[in-house]
């Protein structure tokens, strides 16, 4: 059986070092002598040590930089130092928290000594190895509550109405998202709101801005005055996208709650949340349920697809910039109609920028290709993309997160 290989990293051999040599001898270790420059041309001694004997006075930085670079090894060996002449050094040593022994060098005493160093390096591990699965547990505790809490910022579920059928799918990357939707009544319920949006970036941040920006979103709409202005029936039946702010009235009771909702939150979020560099696409919707009127703001989002009921799609595209961004963004009211057997599909780009194995997207192309066969409800819709997007994934970890909302007014 070889035998244990003992380092000894000094300046010089003088007569400590020559003593500790002969008592590791004695008790079976073959020993190795290095200075530290010697060390830097080469490293691979270390990979031979089990132990690492260093004079103090070296000093406690040099000590401490041998420490770092055994803690590279694949077996970190024990480091323990032995004072030459110096007991200053070996005290500042000490109390840089490093294990020692001192002369004499018996080999009866130096085994018990580097024993009881080796056994206290080992539960410092023991108890560091502890630590830190004490505190991933306790990040894991908080993420899991911080998802929780998320959770409760989406819709248990959406608005109902004779006619429609709204369904959702939402599938974070991590344990919390950027990505949300939204559904609610608007203007006493003759209006119903839908949102959603992807704020940049993933993990906790992107998830906190989520939840602000949402909460903005949903009260402002929600407490803002509707806009008694044009009825929907005077409304043009293609789709269109007009300035907000211009010369004449603007169209519809829903136009209100939708304008003020998007602008308030940019401004808001542009002009308290700037440092910290978070933004979010959005496609806001407000729906008249009695006439399929759809008004809508895409902030910077992908383009939503609107496939009629004789399959013609069309893509519903950016209005004005991402929300956050700058404070005086000017936003497009746009306008279209979802006629019976129409559904609209609303989705955040971890669907069409999903990954394979090899890197390859699912693409937008992709995605209106599939929308191409006729489904007969929402759930089918997402159901049929959702078993698409993850075919394409297979076994590849999920880049980006989920979400996707469809509209579809039923034909009766």
Known sequence: MAASVALIVAEERVTATIDLEHALHLDGFETLHSSPAGLLMRPEIYERAHLVLASASLGLPQVAMIDRQLAACSTPPTLIVFPQRDLEGLESCVRGGFDYVVPPFLPALLRSRLASCQERSQLAEVVE???????????????????????????DELPKREGWQFAARFRPARQVAGDFYDGFELVNGRRLGFIVADVCDKGVGAALFMALILTLLRHTAQHASAWDLIDDAMVPPGDVAAPIHGAGPVLSVGAGPLIQSVLGTNRYMARNHLRQAYFATLFFAVLDPVSGGLLYI???????????????QCLLPPTGPAVGVQADSTYRLGHTRLDPGDTLLVYTDGVVEARDLDARQYTMGRL????????????????????SLFQHVGIAEQFDDITMLALRRTES
């Open 298 to 312: 895409n902030g910077g989002h992908n383009p939503p697809i609107v496939v009629r009921a004789d399959g013609r």
């Open 368 to 387: 209106r290709h599939l929308l191409r066969e006729r489904l007969d409800s929402a759930d089918a819709v997402l159901d049929h993309v959702e078993a």
């Open 129 to 155: 190895e502890m630590t830190a699965m004490a505190r991933l547990q306790e990040y894991e505790r908080e993420l899991s509550i911080a998802r929780e809490i998320q959770s409760g910022f989406l819709p």
